[in-house]
């Protein structure tokens, strides 16, 4: 009872602080992107950004299974998404710089917008058909070019806990890229912050990263499987189970 009672008490903080740290470390990436257009002193702005939302809202974030990717090679991250933590966790302990897609609108938000587009995250515009696709070749042209993506392909937060389906096209992306596909497994966010409410429990989380999973030895035809593959892993890792891409 007491602990809840503090929970609550210290979410209007937690909440302020969200925003504080916003505004400081947006406006920061904003200065610093005149002098590095490759994105990397953005993307150490993002991740310090994310450490002290974690940091404000006592979460103890680890992160497992950073010896199977490696620097230089772009990878599309698929993660489960629970909680409004994902985010920040990723940003905070995924071991190397990536980009995000996020819808158009988000991108013209004050600090947080003006870092996305700086920063060279994805717009995706969805006010028609023919935008969407435009939006996102240049998705697939900036993953084949280099650029790792983190995505969850769920879409949207689960409401129960649960593992949702997985929606296509994150994959598509990928096999077009020909990039590998990294599962990653997020384990404590849901607990700390479920959707339902705006009051962040402090708690420890788990971010752990499969085994790459080689998109060439698919086509859209295999795409289904592909798909269940991805999902299988980041199910059992969720289950507590070794995290494998086999």
Known sequence: MLKTLLVYLWAPFANLLWYTHTVVMGSLSLLLWPFDRT???????????????AWSIFARIRVHGVERVRAGQPY??????SSLIDTPALFAYL???FRIMAKRELFFVPFMGWHLWTAGHFPIDRRDRRKTVRSLRRVIDGVRGGKSLAVFPEGTRTRDGRLQEFKPGPFKIALRAGVPIVPVTIRGT???????????????????????I????YDETRLPELIERTKEVIRRTLAGTSPTGA
């Open 76 to 81: 599309v991250y698929m993660a489960n998404h």
């Open 214 to 217: 080689e998109t060439r030895d």
């Open 190 to 212: 849901f607990r700390l912050l479920p959707s339902t409410t705006l009051a962040p429990r402090p708690g420890r989380i788990e971010v752990i990263l499969g085994e790459p």
């Open 39 to 53: 994105g990397a002193l953005q993307f150490w702005c993002a991740r310090w950004w994310c450490r002290l939302i």
């Open 95 to 97: 071991p190397y710089p």
